[in-house]
């Protein structure tokens, strides 16, 4: 009975919580970017939202009010107030506000005399954590999740001359959220992601899917949906010009045309990138960017790329700019970090423990480095609430949308260090069903936990395996567990007849501290795991990848440590200051080593 009760109420939430689909490919549209400095109000009481009696005030900062006589109370003014850069956090735009969890304000003027007959929407590509929009004084809607984008239809809103865009950023962390109170991440606040003014034909192409079909590296599948008054019966064209393909399909009732045609294509590999250039046309929209095509599967413990073995050499990341500071948002930041992750030796990134900017997804498909992309589903939440899980899977949902058309992404992730339990089982289980629904050609993993069966053997038997495409798995063998040559000692048993990914592994290290191997917190003690855990890892028979914690250092409030960490994660190959430290070459000749072994 309790199960029946959870499940209705799931579909209850999830309906009232669903989101405007995304318009695919914003950044490829005709518009106006809003990035630069925007006017900001900070507002921890919530003053600009609520009134004394903490109700929801009608003439909140929102209405951007102005004085009309010297007598008139207002008491806020956008126009003379501090001003950050979007996109950007304000954590480390302004010292002041480097701890700082709660609201703040922010508003930007605009101009946009649109074509007649064309719709206008105004897209984020994210914003930390709930947001909420307005225009001209009016409100748009709310968003919750700080890592996926969104965005609001604003035609018939927005005037010629003499806008005003408002918009209130909450990252306070919550109990129900996703992720919740506790996470081992810096919670940078803000529009963290570029802002733009979309323009579309009164019909256009909202969102398309076009990728090899599952199984096939010679048809591709997918759709193509259509939104305004003549989706319906439309014709659609898919063209990809080097591939001389031009094939066009007409739109069902609701405006969904599927896509299917049979072809032969340079496949998208680490080794050969490639990337065609796709076009997507129907009446007077078209919408143009670079797509690869590759097959993704399983077979037994394997893991086929194209039909052949691949051994993912990976490392995880943050979205975090080591040298500038501050959440990691445009393509010097990818290029820098991704940069990095090839001159390791790696084919594979996590991108951990969320959605990294699109920037990211986009320069590996360009340099050839596969993805595994996660939803913050994170240590423990709370199973049981309808909302929560809503929540969870609307940003997976927001995920999948965004990157659908990645080669470079090759596995979803629903969670990530997740106790074992019947409402966590439930809950992630709903997240693989959600996933398998809009993407049946990736495959779905999780970073699970291990446990010990006696002192010196491992087992990989999470429960939720049997719905797993890839076993994900974290351990500290050397820093959290024990000391680096318990390694050593130690055998795997995985239950599941699948493939293995160690998603985490490592220790500490503050960049240039040197001393024994023996002594926490040196370079020689985290190169000394590292060589450790090489040797265990060849150990076992069905390790088809690793992403060792972590490319760089990055800011953590839980790790105070004077003059070690102060207030980061060290567990970096790579300092904040860009410093390679002596695990980073163990890495490296190892992933060399694999190379030459051809995985």
């Given at each position: ?474 351990e500290y063998v050397g820093w959290y567990d024990g000391p680096p040559e318990k390694a050593d000692r130690l055998s795997w048993k995985v239950t599941l007849e699948k493939p293995l990914v160690i998603s985490e592994f490592g220790g500490d290290a503050l960049a240039g501290r040197h001393g024994d191997k023996s002594e926490r917190w040196t370079e020689e003690y985290q190169r000394d795991i590292y060589e450790h855990q090489i040797k265990m890892l060849r150990r076992i028979p069905s390790l088809r990848g690793m992403s060792p914690w972590i490319l760089t250092d990055f800011r953590s409030p839980r790790r105070p440590l004077p003059r070690i ?35």
């Open positions: 009975m309790k199960v029946g009760v959870f499940c209705v109420l799931l579909l209850a939430c999830a309906s009232a919580r669903a989101q405007t689909p995304l318009i695919a490919n914003a950044g490829g549209r005709q518009g106006l970017s809003l990035d630069g400095r925007w006017q900001t109000i900070i507002d921890p009481y919530e003053n600009g939202f609520y009134d004394y009696r903490y109700q929801e005030s009608p003439n909140g900062y929102f209405k951007n009010a102005k004085p009309k006589t010297p007598a008139d109370l207002v008491e806020y003014d956008f126009d003379d107030s501090p001003q950050m850069y979007v996109p950007g956090d304000w954590n480390s735009q302004d010292e002041r506000l480097l701890f700082y969890e709660g609201t703040v304000w922010y508003e930007k003027s605009f101009d946009y005399p649109k074509r007649p007959g064309a719709r206008l929407f105004v897209h984020f590509g994210g914003a930390n954590y709930e947001t909420i929009v307005y225009l001209n004084g009016e409100k748009l809607g709310r968003h919750e999740g700080g890592f996926t984008p969104f965005d609001f239809e604003v035609t018939g809103r927005a005037r010629e001359r003499g806008n005003f865009l408002v918009v209130k950023v909450d990252n306070k962390r919550r109990r129900d959220a996703v992720p919740t109170l506790n996470t081992d991440w810096w919670n940078y606040g803000g529009l963290t992601r570029s802002v733009s003014l979309v323009e579309v034909p009164d019909t256009f192409v909202r969102d398309y899917f076009v990728q090899l079909k599952k199984g096939s590296r010679e048809e591709v599948g997918g759709w193509v949906k259509l939104d305004g008054p003549a989706a319906a019966n439309q014709a659609v064209t898919v063209e990809i010009p080097e591939a001389k393909i031009k094939e066009t399909f007409k739109t069902d009732a609701e405006g969904l045309a599927q896509v299917s045609f049979k072809t032969r294509l340079d496949l998208w590999s680490p080794e050969s990138p490639k990337l065609y250039r796709v076009r997507v046309s129907a009446g007077a929209d078209a919408v143009e960017e670079r797509i690869g095509f590759r097959s993704i599967e399983t077979k037994g413990q394997d893991i086929l790329l194209n039909g052949r073995p691949v051994f993912l050499r990976g490392i995880s990341i943050h979205e975090e700019s080591p040298l500038r500071g501050g959440r990691a948002f445009n393509d010097a930041d990818a290029r820098m970090l991704l940069g990095w992750a090839k001159e390791l030796g790696c084919n594979f990134v996590r991108l951990a423990h969320y959605p990294h900017n699109e920037q990211m997804t986009r320069v590996a498909d360009e340099l050839g480095l596969m993805v595994w992309s996660e939803v913050p589903v994170y240590w423990t939440i709370l199973w049981d609430n309808p909302e929560t899980f809503a929540n969870a899977k609307n940003q997976l949902g927001e995920m999948i949308a965004r990157d659908r058309n990645r080669a470079s992404v090759v596995l979803w992730s629903v969670a990530n260090e997740t106790p074992v339990s019947e409402p966590r089982n439930r809950f992630l289980r709903g997240l693989v069903e959600h996933a398998r629904a809009l993407d049946p050609t990736r495959l779905l993993t999780a970073a699970n936990e291990r446990h010990y069966a006696d002192p010196t053997t491992q087992v990989v038997d999470d429960p939720l395996g049997e719905v797993l495409d890839v076993l994900g798995c974290n960490q102060d207030f980061y994660n060290r567990k970096g190959l790579i300092s904040n200051r860009g410093e390679r430290k002596q695990a980073f070459y163990v890495l490296q000749s190892f992933y060399r080593e694999l190379s030459k072994e051809g995985k």
